[in-house]
């Protein structure tokens, strides 16, 4: 793969501290303290994670690049799309991390602008749709009651996934969709990044503060009440 080849990602990252909602605790916390509860959270989020980047690697491969076929990147398999620094920062912080990002060459595309926004889409709208199905899954076969929070933060944390990725924000999918221009280019798009992930306004960053209403939006059309 040629050097500067541009690709997508990272991160995925997860903004709203789902398991700290629930628990108060991190993720090792959450391990010693109730394993059953940790391995659904952080098998979900690695899923998560997995489908969104692999949604990445379908979609250029249907748009004529074979590029993650050739990365070996065409596949469900999470443990393909799983960055080891990224995997850790779940681990400690439980509140975000990411996944490898998504190779794809744009001279492969016939249309580079609007192909490299459609394969961009194909993150969070597979998080959408997984979050869906799960939603229509729960309402067919209610989880036991001790794991009814556990399940619905399943939900959540998809949307809330799909959610932050789509934010304008370099090199945050929606930078890629919404954005024909990169305005912040040449600039240190990391401290961009963090600035809208430091809770600045009373505990909250700008990325919750813009998140949170469409996440209670979203919610309370697929949470069963």
Same mark, same amino acid.
């Given at each position: 793969?040629?050097?500067?080849?541009?690709?997508?990602?990272?991160?995925?990252?997860?903004?709203?501290?789902?398991?700290?909602?629930?628990?108060?605790?991190?993720?090792?916390?959450?391990?010693?303290?109730?394993?059953?509860?940790?391995?659904?959270?952080?098998?979900?989020?690695?899923?998560?994670?997995?489908?969104?980047?692999?949604?990445?690697?379908?979609?250029?491969?249907?748009?004529?690049?074979?590029?993650?076929?050739?990365?070996?990147?065409?596949?469900?398999?999470?443990?393909?799309?799983?960055?080891?620094?990224?995997?850790?920062?779940?681990?400690?912080?439980?509140?975000?991390?990411?996944?490898?990002?998504?190779?794809?060459?744009?001279?492969?595309?016939?249309?580079?602008?609007?192909?490299?926004?459609?394969?961009?889409?194909?993150?969070?709208?597979?998080?959408?749709?997984?979050?869906?199905?799960?939603?229509?899954?729960?309402?067919?076969?209610?989880?036991?009651?001790?794991?009814?929070?556990?399940?619905?933060?399943?939900?959540?944390? $998809?949307? &809330?996934?799909? +959610?932050?990725? /789509? @934010?304008?924000?370099? *090199? #945050?999918? =929606?930078?890629?969709?919404?954005?024909?221009?990169?305005?912040?280019? $040449?600039? &240190?798009?990391? +401290?961009?990044? /963090? @600035?809208?992930?430091? *809770? #600045?306004? =009373?505990?909250?960053?700008?990325?919750?503060?813009?998140?949170?209403?469409?996440?209670?939006?979203? +919610?309370?059309? /697929? @949470?069963?009440?």
């Amino acid at each position: 793969m040629p050097a500067g080849l541009p690709v997508l990602g990272p991160p995925p990252a997860i903004v709203t501290p789902i398991c700290h909602m629930m628990y108060n605790s991190n993720m090792l916390d959450l391990l010693f303290t109730s394993p059953p509860a940790f391995a659904l959270i952080f098998g979900g989020i690695i899923i998560a994670i997995g489908i969104h980047e692999a949604a990445h690697c379908f979609m250029a491969d249907r748009l004529g690049d074979p590029t993650p076929r050739a990365l070996g990147r065409l596949t469900l398999n999470p443990i393909a799309h799983l960055d080891p620094l990224g995997t850790l920062v779940i681990l400690v912080t439980g509140a975000f991390g990411w996944g490898k990002p998504a190779p794809f060459d744009p001279y492969n595309l016939q249309n580079p602008r609007r192909d490299t926004a459609l394969i961009a889409l194909a993150g969070p709208a597979s998080n959408i749709l997984l979050a869906v199905l799960l939603s229509f899954l729960f309402r067919l076969v209610p989880p036991p009651y001790q794991l009814t929070a556990i399940s619905y933060s399943l939900i959540a944390l $998809n949307i &809330n996934l799909a +959610l932050f990725n /789509l @934010l304008p924000v370099p *090199p #945050l999918d =929606g930078s890629k969709i919404f954005l024909r221009t990169n305005p912040w280019k $040449n600039r &240190n798009n990391l +401290l961009l990044l /963090l @600035l809208i992930l430091f *809770p #600045l306004f =009373g505990g909250h960053s700008i990325a919750s503060l813009i998140i949170s209403p469409l996440s209670r939006l979203f +919610l309370s059309l /697929l @949470l069963p009440n």
